[in-house]
């Protein structure tokens, strides 16, 4: 009691630049324990467990095609059920911000996303219309299309035999069931193969599905084992580790994210810093009558000290609350980047001993110094 | 004896010179004993004040304070002797903004870790006046009330002596004058020791030993 009630008088000596305080900490862990949520799954080792669809690119890159022959091979793996292919067309509808991703497939393409329910007819169109796509709802919406448009791609990476741009019969749209994801374009396969300038007969990467999620990683590793040594030697993987790759095509985001958490932490660590020595200050004539009536250097240390683990703790544990409460709708925006992310205890636990280590560090100096504070020169002060 | 101090001289560092803030101070104070520290500004006195308090580090001499020897002791140890027998009046009373009349007088008594502490604080509150106002907080109170509490807060941890820096200083002179008077009624009660630095010559006047400090010098 004696103790806090000296450390609540610093506190509370100052109030409003001691929420702002904790506020601007506050912040900086809100984005620690978004980032690090993030951070931590691009890290994360492939986990394989519960996954019945594998992805199969080059080892090389997976921006590299591989040979149509690998899906006979992968279809002869014991237990897997089904073998489709895509590849990354690229290309633009009319303006370069109107992205979303655009894959030719083939016809069964659809069976192995039993999730995705197909507007009526849908799949029969695509089977029949060599120029057909089917776009997700949100998409379709977005751009106000409706079944029967005729959606014009402007070429990058595969250009048109004779040139031109790419047109596409809107033939169906689909909805997803177990996730709000329903922002892709599938275009036919056979029209895309031939009619494209090059690398005929050459997906970009094949999903596996298998039939028994527990042989996900034994499969995977069979797989890669069929192609060892080849030219085109084969890495298979999760679909949350394709989206990782994919997305670090911008770089190592793992890096990326905790470089930018770093630098947001040396500003914390600078603004509570310089909150502590502005605090000590001020209060130098009272930190000088504390000594006085007996308080020794140790005490005053540890209350200045005090003070700084209670901005930094209390920040931190409202920004994780703060980050807990978004998560969902965080997530929901980062799952198609990272795959599945999680909002782990780890988060909490990394978050208080972040908390822990900035509130030494920044208070170390000014408690230091109030520690040394001579007590006639501090009363001398007012 | 409460106090007694020989020979007591302190020099400061000025660049290359050394200057001499007080020299061959020697006197003493029985328990019960009031003493006013007096001389005009710079003459010495809060330095004295200082290091009789245990506040400060003599250069060269003697301070037995209830028969510790003072000048022997690091700031640990004179920590821990201001906590057990010294109590303070500051001039600008230093009470803790954030901490209630009451909190303000608890403060050395939990530091001491004295029996009731509350119920000390709230008798010397009543004693100084200002039992209505043990919840208020020093801001809400007048500069006289915050020195009544200071007073309330300077006896309420049971010290031996108590030691006092100007405390009508920044005060008007009614509000001076019931603060002195309090000063002395309370002490009255106990038998501390009472050394008050002031220029107030009618506060001086009703301590039972004055020393006049001139360059450093007790002169009278």
């Known amino acids: 009691m004696k103790y806090w009630m000296i450390v609540k008088s610093g506190i509370n000596r100052k109030k409003i630049r001691t929420f702002m305080t904790v506020f601007s900490i506050a912040t900086a862990f809100l984005l620690f324990s978004l980032g690090r949520s993030v951070a931590v799954a691009f890290n994360s080792e492939v986990d394989f467990a519960g996954n019945d669809r594998l992805i199969v690119v080059s080892r090389l890159a997976f921006t590299e095609s591989l040979p149509m022959a690998h899906k006979n091979r992968i279809e002869a793996v014991e237990g897997v059920s089904t073998v489709v292919w895509r590849q990354w067309f690229g290309g633009t509808y009319k303006e370069r911000q109107n992205f979303f991703p655009k894959w030719p497939v083939p016809d069964n393409y659809f069976d192995v996303y039993p999730e995705w329910e197909l507007s009526e007819g849908a799949q029969e169109a695509f089977s029949r219309n060599i120029t057909g796509m089917i776009v997700g709802k949100d998409l379709a919406d977005q751009f106000g299309w409706e079944i029967g448009d005729r959606i014009p791609i402007i070429a990058d990476i595969w250009p048109k035999k004779g040139g031109g741009v790419w047109e596409f019969d809107l033939v169906g749209t689909y909805t997803n069931s177990i996730s709000e994801e329903q922002g892709e374009a599938f275009i036919n396969w056979k029209y895309f193969d031939e009619a494209r300038l090059y690398e005929t007969g050459r997906p970009g990467n094949y999903i596996v599905k298998i039939e028994n999620p527990d042989q996900a990683e034994s499969i995977a590793k069979e797989i890669d084992e069929l192609f060892k040594n080849s030219l085109d030697e084969t890495k298979t993987s999760t679909e949350e580790a394709f989206s990782r790759m994919f997305a670090e095509q911008i770089g190592n985001i793992g890096l990326i994210i905790n470089s930018v958490l770093a630098a947001s932490f040396f500003t914390i660590l600078l603004l509570t810093g310089n909150t502590m020595s502005q605090a000590v200050r001020e209060r130098t004539p009272e930190l000088g009558a504390l000594k006085a009536v007996g308080f020794t250097d140790r005490h005053i240390m540890l209350f200045v000290l005090a003070e700084s683990f209670f901005l930094c703790i209390a920040g931190a544990l409202i920004g994780v609350l703060i980050a807990y409460l978004l998560f969902p709708l965080f997530s929901g925006l980062a799952i198609g980047f990272s795959g599945e992310i999680e909002f782990s205890i780890s988060i909490l636990i990394s978050a208080i001993l972040v908390a822990f280590i900035t509130a030494v560090i920044s208070g170390v100096l000014p408690a230091y110094s109030a520690m040394r504070l001579n007590v006639v020169d501090a009363l001398r002060k007012n | ?220």
């Open chain 2, 1 to 220: 004896m409460i106090l007694e101090v020989n020979k007591l001289r302190k020099e400061v560092s000025s660049g290359d010179s050394k200057l001499v803030i007080l020299d061959d101070v020697t006197f003493n104070l029985l328990e019960g004993q009031s003493l006013a520290i007096t001389g005009p500004s710079g003459s010495g006195k809060s330095t004295l004040l200082g290091l009789l308090a245990g506040l400060d580090t003599a250069t060269s001499g003697e301070i037995y304070l209830n028969r510790d020897a003072l000048h022997e002791l690091d700031e640990e140890q004179r920590a821990l002797l201001r906590k057990e027998k010294v109590g303070f009046v500051f001039q600008s009373f230093e009470l803790l903004p954030s901490l209630t009349a009451l909190e303000n007088v608890m403060l050395p008594s939990e530091l001491k870790a004295e029996d009731e502490p509350e119920e000390r604080a709230k008798y010397f509150l009543d004693r100084v006046g200002l039992k209505e106002r043990e919840h208020h907080y020093p801001n809400q109170l007048s500069g006289g009330e915050q020195q009544r509490v200071a007073i309330a807060r300077a006896f309420a941890c049971s010290a031996k002596i108590l030691f006092a820096d100007e405390p009508t200083g920044n005060l008007d002179p009614k509000n001076g004058e019931m603060v002195s008077d309090l000063l002395f009624e309370v002490n009255a009660e106990t038998d501390n020791a009472l050394v008050i630095v002031t220029h107030d010559h009618d506060l001086a006047d009703k301590c039972d030993k004055k020393i006049n400090l001139k360059l450093g010098k007790i002169v009278e």
